[in-house]
């Protein structure tokens, strides 16, 4: 299995992003796919998650309303549009997704929102 997430970099707040993570290793299409944050010394967090085929998307409440889940099953890939960013946005960036009962994680990408 492998995630690699793109797209980070610095924004001013009410700007915008739009990260992205390639998939291989594993059947993109059968599985469903989550993107998640970590604040420097504090545990990963869950922000939004899409099934499979992508007709079901969910957000943490944090971030509803502002970001945007979507896949690509052709291209095995998972995007997140982050709009209106607000600092306590910065985080590093994960995707993920649970398979045969374990975990895995990309790399990660890291957002800074600062003026």
């Known amino acids: 299995v492998k995630l690699v997430e793109s797209g980070g970099g610095l924004v001013q707040p009410g700007g915008s992003l739009r990260l992205s993570c390639a998939a291989s290793?594993?059947?993109?299409?059968?599985?469903?796919m989550n993107w998640y944050r970590q604040f420097p010394g504090k545990e990963r967090e869950w922000v939004a998650g899409?099934?499979?085929?992508?007709?079901?998307?969910t957000y943490a409440e944090s971030v509803k309303g502002r970001f945007t889940i979507s896949r690509d099953n052709a291209k095995s890939t998972v995007g997140l549009q982050m709009n209106s960013l607000k600092p306590e946005d910065t985080a590093v960036y994960y995707c993920?997704?649970?398979?045969?009962?374990?975990?895995?994680w990309g790399q990660g990408t890291q957002v800074t929102v600062s003026s």
């Open positions: 899409i099934t499979n085929l992508g007709y079901t998307t």
């Open positions: 993920g997704t649970r398979l045969r009962g374990s975990e895995y």
């Open positions: 290793g594993f059947t993109f299409s059968t599985s469903g």
